[in-house]
Nanobody, 121 residues
Framework: QVQLVESGGGVVQPGGSLRLSCTHS????????MGWFRQIPDKSRELVAR????????IYADSVKGRFTISRDDAKNAVALQMNNVNTDDTAVYYC??????????????WGRGTQVTVSS
C-alpha cells in the first residue's frame, strides 16, 4: 500500500498563487505517473495535470494551461503543482494521484486525502 501526503492548500485571492505538494511512500522506480485532480461538490473528479514517466511533456486541463505547472522530484518521491493567476473557478478540493506499475503486476491507483483550495477576495 502506498501512502500519499498532500500539503499547501488554503485561501488565495484571485490573481494570486499557491503551491501544492505531495509525497508518496512508494518506490520511485515503480511510478508510472503522478498528477493532480480536483473536484467540486456534485461534479466528477477532473484531471488538472499529469506527468507520466517517460513522456517528454506533462499534460494539462485546457482550463489551467499557461497558469499551472506540475513538477516532480523522483529522488524525493514528490510532485508539486504551482498554481498562478488563479480564479474562482479553481476553487475545489485537489487530490494528489500516483499510479504504480510493479513488474508483472497491474497498474495500482493511489489517492491523497485531498486539500481544499479556495479562491476568494
Amino acid at each position: 500500500q502506498v501512502q500519499l501526503v498532500e500539503s499547501g492548500g488554503g485561501v488565495v485571492q484571485p490573481g494570486g498563487s499557491l503551491r501544492l505538494s505531495c509525497t508518496h511512500s512508494g518506490k520511485s522506480v515503480d511510478v508510472f505517473a503522478m498528477g493532480w485532480f480536483r473536484q467540486i461538490p456534485d461534479k466528477s473528479r477532473e484531471l488538472v495535470a499529469r506527468s507520466t514517466t517517460g513522456d517528454r511533456l506533462p499534460i494539462y486541463a485546457d482550463s489551467v494551461k499557461g497558469r499551472f505547472t506540475i513538477s516532480r522530484d523522483d529522488a524525493k518521491n514528490a510532485v508539486a503543482l504551482q498554481m498562478n493567476n488563479v480564479n474562482t473557478d479553481d476553487t475545489a478540493v485537489y487530490y494528489c494521484n500516483v499510479i504504480i506499475k510493479r513488474s508483472g503486476e497491474p497498474l495500482e491507483n493511489y489517492w491523497g486525502r485531498g486539500t481544499q483550495v479556495t479562491v476568494s477576495s
